[in-house]
Every structure is written in C-alpha cells, then in structure tokens.
C-alpha cells in the first residue's frame, strides 16, 4: 500500500494509468476506496492520483486539531515527492474548499481546477449542519450518525430508490466506523469551520470548471453561481436530478463533465 | 385560557374575529403562540381559529402514542362544540398533513382547504430526517435538538440574515423547552411516520389551494406539485427564496396567498 | 358608455361596485373586455376600475407617437375627474410599466403597487420582439400577426391543451382587427421602447406586490426579480406553469394574488 | 471542396483528425461553417465530421418538400459512401431531430447519440413560432427575418451582452442571405413539421445523452427531460445561464460535455 511519510503522517495514495494527472480531493466521509467504479475511466487516457485525507480512509489519524491549510501543505509536498509537476485538481464538497485553497497558493501547479458541489465559504447554517454532525458523531452510534447525515448527501428520489442498499449501509456504520473514524470526522468537521475565501477567488486564474446538482440542499447550485462569479472565465454545468453526492448519483454525468473538461481546458473558442 | 375536553384530552384554541371561520393547523413545532404577528391580518374579516394538537403548546400533554387521525377527530369535535359547521381549513407542513386527512373524511365540513409546504406521504428520507430528530430530542439537549432541526427549517439566506435572533432561539430551547415537550414532540413525529394518502387525494373535490417555497427543501415545491396534481382544480403558488418555514420567512406572502384564496375560492373565472 | 374627455382624447372606463379603489392597466394586447371574467371577484369587495388607454378598446386611437407618461398623465385626469383619492395600481406586462411610471411620479395616489408579468426595462431583446410584431403588424394579416405574437404569450402547454380556442383567436384576428387597430398597436409598441427606470425604482415606497410566472419567456421571474430587489420591502411570488399571461392562464392564482394582497399591504407582520 | 452526390443531391462535408468518428448535425439556420471555432478541439482525438444537410451551406438546395427521412437516408448513404461504420451523432435543435430519427432506423451505426437542445416533438407552439418564421422568410428581407427568428435562439443576457455582434449580423442577413436561402430555409421548417416521434423513442438502446440550456424557451430543459425519460439509461446535463443556441453561447460547456461523453460512453460505473 502505497503510503508517504509528509509532516510526520502517512498519506494513504494510489496511482493509476498515465497521462496528464488528475487528481481526486475527497469528500468528507469518503476515501479513494469511493472511486473504484471510476477508476477505468479516469484512468485511460490520464495519470489518476487518488489519496486520502489525513483523518481519512487509510492516511494517518490526528492526535489535534488543524486546518484545511494543512491538507494544503501536504497535498503540495506529496506532488514534489512524487515528481509531478502539474495536475488537473478535482474537488468534491470538501475536497473542493481544499482544492480552491490550494489553487489560492499553488496555482502554477494546476492544469485546470475542477470543482463539484462545494463552497467557498461555512456559512451559518452549514456551520449549524456541521454542529449536528459533531454532536451525531461523538454519540459513535452508527444508526443516529447515518440519520443526522445521510438526509444532506442524497436526492429524495435516490434515497426513496435505493432505501435497502442505505438500511444496508447504515447497518455497515454500525459494525465498520469505530471511535477513531468518528474522532477523525469530527477533526475534518471543524476543520472547516473558518472556511471563508469568497473574496479571494477572483485571484485563481487558472481554467477552472464548476459542477453542481439540482437538488444539492447542502452546497446548492447558487453556491456554485457564487464561486463561478468570482473566477474569471470559469465554466459551470449543472447535474440535473441530483443530490449533494452528484459523483454517486449521477456518475456518468459527472464522469463525462470532469473528464471533458480536462479535454478542452486549454482550448479557445472563439465564436464572437 | 379557553380549553375543550375532548377523547379525555384539554385542547387549547383560540378564537378571534368574526366572519367565515378560517382554522390553522400548525407545524410540528409550532403552536399558537407562532401566530401572534398575523392575528390582525387574519381575523379583520374572518373568525379566526387557533388551535394547539395534543401534544403541542397548551393543549394537553398524551400518554400514548397516536395516529394523526386522532388529530382528526379532535379536530371535527371540537367544531361540533364550537358550533362550527364549515371552515377555511389551513394547514402548515404537519398540520397540512393533518388537514388532507381531514378533508378525506370530513370534506363537508370544508370551505376551502389551503395547504402549506407540507406532503401527502412520508418518504424514506423524511422517515430518516424525523428518526434523526428523534434522536436529538431524546439528549433533552437544546443545542443538540436545535442544530438537528433548524437547517431543515430555514432558508440559508434567512439563516444568514437572522443568525443573531436564531442564537437567541438556541439559548432559549435550552431554558425553556422540558423534557416533557420533547416526548411530546417525539410523539408527534412517529405520528406522521405512517402517512401515505398520495393515492386518496383524487377524493377531494373542495377548492384546494397549495402553497409551496423555492427552497423548501424539506418538503421541495415538487411534492407540492404532486399533491396538486392529485387534487382536482387545485391552484398552486410558489413563494421565493423562502426555506419550510415560508409563513415565517415571508410572512406577507404567506398571508396574501392564504387571504386572497378565501376570498375567490368560490367564484369562477371562465376565461376560454 | 362611460368616456371622458382628457386632453383631447376619449377615455374609456368601467366602474363595478364599492369599497377601495382597485385600477388595472392593461398588458398590450388586451382591453377592458379582457378582465370581464373578473369582475365579479374583484368588486365584491372593492370599487374596480377598468380603462382602455388611448389606442386599446373603446378608447380613442391617436394621430401621433407618444410615450408611456402619455398615459400616466391621462389616469392622472381620469382619478381628478373621477374623484378618487387614493388606488391600488395594478399593471400587467405593458399595463405594469406604466404603473411603475405612475408610482413614480403620483406615489401619494398609491395605496399599493400590484405588477403583474412586466419589466423595468425595455432590453435589447425586448426591443427586437417588439419591432418584430410591428413588422408583423404592418402586414394588417390577422394570421401573420397572430404567429409573430403568440408564442410569447403563452406556455407550451397552454398553447397546447387550448389549441383549438387559439385558433379560433387566429380566425378572428383576421376579421376583428381593423387597420387602425393595428396602427394603434404599433404606437403601444413603440412607446415603450425607451423603458429604463430601473434605477429609479428604488424611490418607490409605496407597498408593492409583484407576479411572475414560472413560464414567462418574455418578462421572466429574473425580471420581476430585479424590479422587487429595487423596491424597498416589495414581496413577491410565482405562478407555476404559466406563460407571460398569467392571468389568463392561472386566473385564480392572480385573483388570488392581487386580491390577498389588497387585504393586507397595510399590515404589519413583525416575526422576528 | 469534398461533395458527394446522394440521391441526386451534392452533400457537403468536411473531415477533419482521426480516430472514432464525431459527426455533427446543424441546427436549422447553420452550417458546417458554425462549427469553425470546434474543429481543433473535436478533431484532436476524434474523426470529425461536419456535414450540410441539403437546403444548408454549401450542399445543394432542392427543389420540392422533403420530410427529415430524407437527411436520414442520406447520412447513412454517405456515411456508406465514406467507408464509416459506426459514429458518435450528435444532433443540435432541428440536427437533433434528425439523429433520433436516424437512431431510429439506424442504431447499429450508432457508437453514441448525443442530443442538444432538441425536440422529439414539434408542438402546436412550435409549429407556430415556424409559421412565424416562413411568415418572416418570405419577405425575402433580412431584418424582418432576424426579428422574427433571433428573439427565439438567444437568452437575454447573451442578447443584452452582445448586441453590437447581433446588429453587425443583422446586417449581414439583408446582404449575405439570397432569395434560394429563404426558400431552403422555409422547405426545413416545413420538414419538421410533422415531428412526433416521443412514444418510439423507447426503442432506442444506444448510450445517449443530452444537453439542456436553462434559458432555452424554445426547447425547454423539460423537452430534454421528456426524451431522457423515453431514452433507457440517458443521461442529462444542462448548461446554466444559456439560451437555445447553447453551443454558441456557452461553447466550453457543450464542448466539455460532448467531448467528455464519447470518452464514458461504454463504461460501466458499478455505485450501487
């Protein structure tokens, strides 16, 4: 299992394919093990780079609290260790603040900067969502976990058609998150509780394309209007039918948006 | 205080106003009290009735679990006492789940029925939504009932602007709110738990008006449209950037829709 | 039939019933026949006045071009002559510019300002649509004129489920209209062309409802949407599945509407 | 020039790069010439292929009515002629009534079907905005057309934006466009007339997908959302803040999600 040593952590890591890299910033409660399914196709025609969080999946747990700035710094010291110079950077909700942070302090390393149902700023009521999720959280019961979350992450209609594989799921939570997950999420949570660099967008310059969903309740699609406003020339499709995991409900359409942009991000139409 | 005894039960209401009656059914966490501000808009014209379920505000407190066709019934006796033979029926979220069971059993005694941001069937998101607040009510913690709640509630925009009056509410669940109104709160939410009507509603033939909120996104404007086109001629407005709680977001709004229906609810407007 | 003489012109007018004053300005196309269906409704409670500008219905066409304040001067007279103090305005679509114009320079004769479907602004493309229908127009074919105007009326599925009574409108264009109407027409057309006081609008104080409807490809709701941000305390709501004639194709929805808000524009609704 | 004579008819195309075949059909008023600004994007990995259907550009006009069959069989003839077996089709408005007729002929040619902005039906609405334009055509006068037609293609904002561009092009109707292209053009609406293929478009099987425009009123995102309920397993995205013509106005948008389907379109992504 590859691993590096950065910052006295180990940051769990995987490579696949090659080609101009691509790489994924996971939500909060996902890991690289979310992107098996895509793994074939984003890994075709590019170098996939999937890695988690510290606090996340197989990376090393904190023993205190930090910032997003801190995934920051990783994320660009992990790029050095393994000699990449240049990524086309993909962030998902959480992933997406990271990757606009990074993009804020180390946009020469961005191909392109691919954001998906994210914010730019922990308003008050995701601050009071986050609150919820804490408290949830630190009962490390499975069950009130999943019912305090799971409402924020999908669409009704993929909730009310898929209801037996999350009764499954929420069982999972029961018997698979142990202390330790739920003592990381809670880090990762509050981790991102000063997250407010809404004015600050205006200086990426980098081709950046937005994706959000119709019925994303936790980082609505006028969040993604807000942050296409600030960056200069950014691009924006919206996912129709979809929650706040659009990756997971709309994987084609989602697939088809990143992988198409990282195709014409340096292109120019000129039609006027 | 005017109170009923009904099925063993004090029900607390209130009358103001004299003209066609128009009776409120609240929301799960409402109660009368929530509709001080609108009492003079309200009863200028009409007889205004307020009313607290079981459960709720000042009406008695239950020992055992119920359906909400025991609303129902209190509901229709309580007319039967008043001497009320047909009302205005207005029901907000839970009290519009409550008010289309009404209008399926005592549809004679309706002028009109007006329902607000609220479903004909608990889906398995708002099943799990409600175990969630299930689960936070039973900390007897305001903090944690309030962060549970609340984002399902407000819009983000009336979440942002009123941050200073919400951490006043917070403050003030934690004092005022006992563990007896949770049990009761918990009672009223597993009393919903069952609702499933979506079928009936072609029953209903008495002018219905439905009133849904762009960002309502507890009960989206979609179940709203879903509910009209179940009902026969039943009229739907939609009030802008306004959360679940639309009477309290946009209370003007909410009243010119409720006000206005009353008054042609009965005319005909042949156009074609 | 009741007419008055004010400047030079005859006006044309209808008064039904008693109570305060509600006046409707026409949309483009329509006359003070267009609102028979309701006036039952709307004077039950309220002295309802209607009125053909100059170059609509009954009253007189005109031999020059003239722009909206034309008209505002002229309902200006009509309220001297008629004796009335003080009206609720209410403007549809052409109807609804020149009320705003009105608001603006006869406020203190406002009780509430109702817009219905309008704009603040003749855009570019409005502009164009409108010398497309004068080129249509100055064809005098009832069919050509009909193919040019009609699609920015209505919503596809108006136009369909009514298909056959839009036909007959066809036919009829082409017997009823006369050469002067359409002369008249194409003056109505071209005096709204220089519109652009939305930066007037925030001297309007008066209280002020405003109607979109979620079809209206012409003056979409982002139009009534910016006419309520300018309006200090305006309130606003949407017709679902609806064209540009929305009160036409939701006639209890705006009934309801306008009707609700005459009842409550004075009242105070302090929530929080 | 490359031209093939088919049916008696000289079709023009243009092919530009390898790899598996993109061919590209116009909406009603393009050509291939429209797609300039595209061909260094489409073509890098991918045989483009640009074709006038007769009665556009540079492919030869007719002489009698046709229906849309006719562009079918001749795209399979020349896709004979031209040795290729199997393509992505994508269809923009009137080219993407074409492709799901084609599909439904000739699905085994089909690697994709990638439908922008189009219709399976051409509604009574429809069927008048063409009436309005052959109205407008045969006047033989560029401004009286432009009027009539532009209004339908372009989002307000676009209009507003980019006036200058739209006069300068209004211009160039009253110089560039000749008598023959006005007859062309009114022999294609007419062959749309008919369109009504919604209840068959179940038989299609091929990987699909679909592009909306949130400001499209002409094929609204709800047409898309009525093929992509026909069409087994098509997906669907919609670009924001565009009009009808969502190629033009957002081109990094339509590119991203083409160019990102044919690169997704025979993965399978196991979710669930």
């Keep these: 299992m590859p691993k590096l040593l950065i910052k006295g952590k180990n940051m769990f890591y995987e490579i696949h394919?090659?080609?101009?890299?691509?790489?994924?910033?996971?939500?909060?409660?996902?890991?690289?093990?979310?992107?098996?399914?895509?793994?074939?196709?984003?890994?075709?025609?590019?170098?996939?780079?999937?890695?988690d969080f510290v606090?996340?999946?197989?990376?090393?747990?904190?023993?205190?609290?930090?910032?997003?700035?801190?995934?920051?710094?990783?994320?660009?010291?992990?790029?050095?260790?393994?000699?990449?110079?240049?990524?086309?950077?993909v962030g998902i909700s959480y992933g997406g603040e990271v990757a606009q942070r990074f993009a804020l302090k180390y946009e020469h390393r961005l191909l392109s900067l691919i954001l998906s149902n994210t914010t730019s700023y922990t308003n008050r009521m995701l601050k009071d969502i986050g609150e919820g999720w804490i408290k949830a959280a630190e009962t490390y019961d499975g069950s009130t976990f999943f019912k305090a979350t799971?409402?924020?992450?999908?669409?009704?209609?993929?909730?009310?058609?898929?209801?037996?594989?999350?009764t499954e799921r929420e069982k999972s939570f029961g018997v698979s998150l142990k202390q330790e997950w739920y003592d990381g999420f809670v880090r990762l949570v509050r981790s991102a509780e000063d997250l407010n660099i809404t004015d600050e967008l205006s200086?990426?310059?980098v081709p950046t394309f937005i994706i959000g969903a119709e019925?994303?309740?936790?980082?609505?699609?006028?969040?993604?209007?807000?942050?296409?406003?600030?960056?200069?020339?950014?691009?924006?499709?919206?996912?129709?039918?979809?929650?706040?995991?659009?990756?997971?409900?709309?994987?084609y359409e989602f697939a088809a948006a990143v992988l198409g942009f990282t195709r014409i991000y340096d292109k120019k139409f000129k039609i006027l």
Excluded: C
Excluded at 150 to 166: A, G, Q, T, V
């Design 17 to 51: 394919g090659e080609g101009e890299p691509i790489v994924i910033l996971n939500g909060i409660m996902m890991s690289t093990a979310s992107w098996m399914p895509f793994i074939d196709a984003f890994s075709k025609n590019n170098k996939l780079i999937l890695i």
């Design 150 to 166: 799971m409402p924020y992450i999908y669409s009704r209609k993929f909730y009310e058609d898929n209801i037996h594989w999350l």
């Design 203 to 205: 200086k990426i310059k």
């Design 55 to 89: 606090d996340q999946g197989k990376s090393d747990k904190m023993e205190v609290q930090y910032t997003q700035d801190f995934h920051v710094e990783m994320l660009n010291e992990l790029f050095d260790r393994l000699n990449i110079e240049k990524v086309h950077l």
């Design 215 to 251: 019925y994303d309740a936790t980082t609505p699609v006028k969040n993604q209007e807000k942050i296409q406003k600030r960056i200069e020339n950014s691009k924006l499709i919206m996912i129709k039918d979809s929650g706040h995991a659009a990756m997971y409900e709309k994987p």
